[in-house]
């Protein structure tokens, strides 16, 4: 981690920025001990401590989500996810054959309300947006060591394609990002696309950016909303993310 900080101090390359962020999705994960490899997030997970105090009244967890193992079902072949954001909508659609293993966990994410409330809490311009973290700290420690393994790249990381975050190989969890670029030197490093936005990439462009990659990933992992509403209040989050239903058919 020191030598990546040094790093970022010493290029103005353009090229070379570009790529530091790059490497930096590898380590996106947040770290927690003996769970997680190294973070790219500038303080250390056990930085926050005071989860107990924070309030709970807008918290409206399901359940499930406390007990990952338990959330298995496979996804349809294909379908839609409307997300509904402080900043407008947007759809994505999921192609399970791209990423099954992805595909599944997301589904399963999707249709249990993990990512209600969730903060865009990492926006590289030209690069990526990422999310993932809830904004409840028990949901967070539940998922923490989730793990799912990795799916072969079968897709290329191209303009709106959405894509799990990973800390190495076979980590990916909940943290996920939409590529703002044609991110194709990432298909060899084993991210996985599993399906792309088909409707709102407007919206997503236009999510605010204005922090980039200040928000502590560990911060809001042990804090959730207090620590995000109290330090970064402009940010914009996801109200719901829904499984639409296929016509003429019940919900999945």
């Known amino acids: 981690m020191r030598g990546t900080l040094q790093m970022k101090r010493i290029s103005d ?15 996106a994960v947040p770290a927690f001990p ?36 338990t959330l298995k079902a496979k996804a349809p072949d294909v379908f839609e ?24 966990r997301f589904y399963n994410l999707v249709k249990h309300g993990f990512f209600t409330g969730a903060p865009f809490f990492r926006v590289v311009p ?17 998922w923490q060591n989730a793990s799912i393994k990795d799916d072969p790249v079968t897709q290329s990381n191209k303009p709106g394609y959405i894509v799990f975050a990973t800390a190495g190989p076979n980590t990916r969890t909940t ?12 298909d060899n490093q084993g991210f996985a696309p599993f399906g792309q936005v088909t409707e709102g990439m407007d919206v997503v462009k236009n999510l605010y950016s204005g922090y980039g990659e200040r928000p502590d990933q560990g911060a809001i992992t042990s804090q ?4 995000i509403e109290k330090n970064f209040p402009n940010i914009d989050s996801i109200k ?10 019940a919900s999945h």
């Open 13 to 27: 390359s353009p090229l070379f920025c570009t790529l530091v962020a790059a490497a930096a999705l590898v380590l």
């Open 34 to 69: 003996a769970a997680q490899a190294p973070s790219a997030t500038p303080a250390p997970a056990h930085k926050s401590t005071t989860t107990a105090t924070h309030p709970r009244t807008h918290m409206t967890t399901d359940p499930a989500l406390l007990h990952p193992a």
């Open 81 to 104: 996810v409307k997300f509904v954001t402080t900043k407008g909508d947007f759809v994505v659609q999921v192609n399970r054959a791209w990423a099954p293993i992805g595909a599944d």
């Open 126 to 142: 030209n690069f990526i947006i990422q999310f993932g973290l809830t904004p409840d700290p028990a949901v967070n420690r539940a």
């Open 175 to 186: 943290q996920l990002f939409i590529n703002f670029a044609a991110n194709t030197f990432l």
């Open 224 to 227: 959730g909303k207090a620590y």
């Open 240 to 249: 719901s993310a829904t499984v639409v239903p296929e016509a003429g058919s």
